[in-house]
């Protein structure tokens, strides 16, 4: 009914570049916050970078501010994470998430998020 598609993962080198999407279909969720989540082996899924409905109010991980930004193209049903200065330490299956069901202000807690995409793999080589 409602399927999110990441894209745009893959192998680069430390310092690098990636820019990663995810299209939504089957609901236009426009008007819903969005969020970027990632997982590496071995440990827990953890926020990433989260987004208002709007686009306007953008919120990141310590681990990520400065090197991550996080956009949106409503009329597409799309968002974006653009990622520079990768590190190793960003490897990881990164995952775009919809806040469709929940309300309040908590935006980088799993649990918030009613839909998931499969993920795509970034790798990123010393």
């Known amino acids: 009914q409602v399927q999110l598609v990441e894209s745009g993962g893959g192998l680069v080198q430390a310092g690098g570049s990636l820019r990663l999407s995810c299209a939504t279909s089957?609901?236009?969720?426009?008007?819903?916050?969005m969020g970027w989540f990632r997982q590496a082996p071995g440990k827990e899924r953890e926020f990433v970078a989260a987004?208002?409905?709007?686009?306007?109010?953008?919120r990141y991980a310590d681990s990520v501010k400065g090197r991550f930004s996080i956009s949106k193209d409503n009329a597409k049903s799309t968002m974006y994470l653009q990622m520079n200065s990768l590190k190793p330490e960003d490897t990881a299956v990164y995952y775009c998430?919809?806040?469709?069901?929940?309300?309040?202000?908590?935006?980088?807690?799993?649990?918030?998020?009613?839909?998931w995409g499969q993920g795509t793999q970034v790798t990123v080589s010393s």
């Open positions: 998430a919809v806040k469709a069901y929940t309300y309040g202000d908590t935006y980088d807690e799993t649990n918030e998020y009613d839909y």
């Open positions: 089957g609901r236009t969720f426009s008007r819903y916050p």
């Open positions: 987004i208002s409905w709007s686009g306007g109010n953008r």
